[in-house]
């Protein structure tokens, strides 16, 4: 099965400081992974994609890697604020046509001041 | 854009009755993608459609759900007989060919089945 994992554990940080999260994929490599925030009460909100072919995608303080190696992907925030605090999914697309994607369930992000 | 709407944003409802949760997905999208989201699952697809056809409904739990797109700018999700375990957040998303392939979000609707 085409499984994607993120640590269950909320993370919590200093502001200012840079934010990594984790995301562990299973089986073969994607074509593409994509990361979403998500606030309370509200649907997710696309952030960032990285193709299986790339290394590193960046997007203002946003930074995504992609090491199908280690069959993980990591997604960064530097210099933290509290405005960042949120849950953030990623999501790997399945075999097959189309935009079929399958989700993480999250890990909860909290910037302390 | 007005985003993707769902409607209604909350829905409490009694065992066994029919649940209709509605979807109006951005203008020119060609995707539309219905999700559910528990604590205790995550986020999971329920079912998607292209250009208007259904495509893949392997994630739809039962017989009880359903969901239909009679045109490009509406679909319905609906559930009928409805149980508790059917309470949960349920999203409907819609993205285009090509591009970044990203899915924006509607709102939810915060399904309650007592």
Redesign the interface.
Known sequence: SQKIEQNSEALNIQEGKTATLTCNYTNYSPAYLQWYRQDPGRGPVFLLLIRENEKEKRKERLKVTFDTTLKQSLFHITASQPADSATYLCARKTTGGGNKLTFGTGTQLKVEL | DAG?IQSPRHEVTEMGQEVTLRCKPISGHD?L?WYRQTMM?????LI?F?NNVP??DSGMPEDRFSAKMPNASFSTLKIQPSEPRDSAVY?C?S?AVGG?????????TRLTVT
């Open positions: 993707v995707y993608f699952r995550g986020l999971e697809l998607y292209n495509i893949d999203f998303a993205s970044s392939y990203e899915q924006y979000f509607g709102p939810g």
